[in-house]
């Protein structure tokens, strides 16, 4: 009942802290680009906030934060994922997909920010334009966050990692951050409307360095996300369970 509570007054929270920032933020689609990237982050910070003192989730960063021109993969399991790399990263670029932009208000913050889109129906062609973004993106210094599954997952849900990271990982030539996560058991429920008490771990792991054969990358990068998510949950878990 509590837990309930708690996640009714926080979606409250998120609803308001939403329209107020938005609405106050809209001249920012007319300013430049790294002021709209400002909005993003203070709207992230006000979800977490909400998060920490309504619902009583805490967030603990892990690992060493990349430096900037990275290029990260992260497990996916919320909405919260997003949120707390973003506010964790500076201003770091999402790769999404290209329907999102029919969102409004969040379509246009994407577009305007300079996320990167595609169109998974665009077949090679797509796939080659959001690689040369990328690349452009982490060669002026700009940091890069890809999901390789590229849908959220349920907590245990077996992978299911695309090659698509794989093809990115081998055109940028830099080290790819492999980040593990265990959100998925503090924002769930129905359309992730439950906020369960306790801690959320994002861990940044050891870098991979470039080079690597496809196959090799993508065994390499799946073992080692989904052993430290497992430890994660598991951590989660014994946190939820006392």
């Not at 909005?39 to 906030?49: D, P």
């Not at 998510?229 to 951590?235: F, I, P, W």
Request: net charge positive.
């Amino acid at each position: 009942m509590l837990t309930l509570l708690r996640s009714t007054v926080f979606l409250l929270w998120f609803i308001l802290a939403s329209v107020i920032i938005h609405l106050a933020a809209l001249p920012a689609f007319f300013l430049p680009r790294r002021i709209t990237l400002h909005v993003g982050t203070l709207w992230c910070r006000a979800v977490l906030f909400g998060l920490r003192y309504i619902a009583g989730m805490r967030l603990d960063v892990r690992g060493i934060r990349p430096q900037a021109g990275a290029l990260i993969a992260a497990k996916h399991m919320s909405m919260l994922d997003t949120i707390a790399l973003y506010a964790t990263l500076r201003q770091p670029h999402f790769v999404y997909r290209r329907s999102l932009e029919r969102i409004p208000f969040f379509g246009w913050y994407l577009r305007k920010s300079g996320m990167v889109a595609v169109d998974r129906d665009g077949g090679a062609s797509s796939l080659r334009q959001m690689a040369a973004e990328v690349r452009a993106l982490i060669a002026r210094g700009d940091t890069v966050v890809i999901f390789p599954e590229g849908t959220r997952k349920a907590p245990g849900a077996p992978p299911d990692y695309k090659p698509g990271v794989a093809g990115l990982y081998g055109q940028v030539h830099q080290p790819l951050v492999p980040v593990a996560l265990n959100t998925g058991l503090f924002w769930t429920g129905p359309m992730g409307l439950i906020k369960r008490k306790g801690t959320v771990v994002l861990e940044f792991l050891d870098p991979i360095a470039p080079g690597m054969k496809r196959r090799p990358f993508m065994e390499l990068l799946q073992q080692r996300i989904e052993t430290a998510t497992a430890a994660l949950l598991a951590e989660g878990q014994r946190e939820l369970a006392r």
